[in-house]
């Protein structure tokens, strides 16, 4: 399996393919690329869950966002990334805060998502290195 970030998958093939294969061909990837990140392991899983999200198709809003973030001017690896960045903080407050958890802990992530636009994501990270 090759992956392209700036291409979508055929999303039959890549949920067909073992979860470990599809976090091999991200970080196979971004070695070919060259690009130098802390872990890539952990970047890798996002990228996988963003696009294992992504074939979820309206089950999610995580295919409309990334859509709405392109047409705001990202390119798609970088769309990924901002959703993935959504993703990471998500998961890192629900780590933080071991309280009760509301029913459907994903509902603050989706509107985060639907909340979420280039010029907010830049706003907190910083635009892209090119």
């Known amino acids: 399996m090759r992956y392209n970030p700036l291409v979508e998958p055929d999303y039959e093939g890549w949920l067909g393919a073992d979860e470990m ?16 990140i802390p872990s890539l392991q952990a970047h890798a899983a996002i990228h996988v869950t963003v696009e294992n ?9 995580v295919a409309e966002t990334v859509e709405r973030l392109m047409a705001e001017g990202l390119d798609r ?6 959703v993935g960045s959504v993703l990471a903080g998500h998961i890192w407050h629900m780590m933080k805060d071991p309280g009760p958890q509301p029913l459907d802990p ?22 892209p290195d090119d």
Do not use: C, F, M, S
């Not at 999200?53 to 809003?61: N, R, V, Y």
């Open 21 to 36: 294969e599809r976090i091999r061909a991200v970080r196979a990837y971004h070695k070919r690329a060259g690009v130098k």
């Open 53 to 61: 999200q992504i074939a979820l198709g309206d089950e999610t809003p």
């Open 77 to 82: 690896h970088d769309a990924l990334h901002a």
């Open 106 to 127: 994903n509902e603050a992530y989706y509107q985060e998502l639907r909340d979420l636009t280039v010029q907010k994501w830049y706003d907190q990270y910083g635009e």
